[in-house]
C-alpha cells in the first residue's frame, strides 16, 4: 500500500504504477513521447546500438562499445535519481517523484535470466525494437510479436508469480 503521506488515492499496487500520475490528457498529447521516441530511434541507429553484430560483440565480449554505451546510461541515470533526490524534484504535472525500496526476489532473478537469453538469441533488447523495424529489417516483426506475446502472457498469469 502508498504511504499515508501520499497524495495519491490508496489502491492495491497490482492496480497502478507507484508513481502514476492521476491527471488525464488529451490523447493529442501522446504526440510528446511519439516525437521522443522518434528521435531515440534515430539515436539508436546512428550510434549502431540496435546492430545485430554490436549485440554479438557485447555478448562474445568482443567489442567495449555496448558496454560503454551501458555504462554511460548507468551512470547518467544514478546522476539523475541523486538530482532528482537533491532538488526534490517534480513531474512535469508538479506531482513529487517518489522513490520506493524493493527487495530483490527470485522472481526477478528468473525474468532477467529470461530477458537476457531472449536479448543474447534475438540480439534485440525490447527498446530499439521499432528503430530495427524502421531500418527496414522486417524478420524483426517475429521478435515484436514474441515481445507481445510474453508481454500478454506476463499480465495473464502475473498473480501466479514471485513478486
Given at each position: 500500500m502508498l504511504p499515508p503521506e501520499s497524495d495519491f488515492e490508496v489502491r492495491s499496487l497490482d492496480a497502478m504504477c507507484i508513481n502514476e500520475s492521476q491527471e488525464q490528457l488529451p490523447w493529442y498529447?501522446?504526440?510528446?513521447?511519439a516525437a521522443v521516441g522518434v528521435i531515440f530511434g534515430i539515436a539508436f541507429v546512428k550510434t549502431e546500438i540496435i546492430s545485430w553484430f554490436r549485440m554479438q560483440e557485447m555478448f562474445r565480449f568482443q567489442s567495449f562499445h555496448m558496454?560503454?554505451?551501458?555504462?554511460?546510461g548507468v551512470v547518467?541515470?544514478?546522476?539523475?535519481?541523486?538530482l532528482i533526490k537533491k532538488f526534490q524534484a517534480k513531474t512535469m504535472h508538479g506531482e513529487p517523484i517518489q522513490f520506493h525500496t524493493k527487495k530483490l526476489n527470485r522472481g526477478q532473478v528468473i525474468g532477467g535470466l529470461m530477458f537476457g537469453f531472449g536479448w543474447a538469441m534475438t540480439g534485440a533488447c525490447p527498446g530499439p525494437l521499432f528503430a530495427i523495424l524502421g531500418t527496414?529489417?522486417?524478420?524483426?516483426?517475429i521478435v515484436i510479436a514474441g515481445a507481445?506475446?510474453?508481454?500478454?502472457?506476463y499480465g495473464a498469469v502475473r498473480e501466479r508469480l514471485p513478486h
Open positions: 498529447h501522446n504526440f510528446k513521447y558496454y560503454g554505451v551501458i555504462s554511460t547518467i541515470g544514478a546522476l539523475s535519481v541523486w527496414g529489417v522486417l524478420p524483426i516483426l507481445l506475446a510474453g508481454t500478454w502472457v
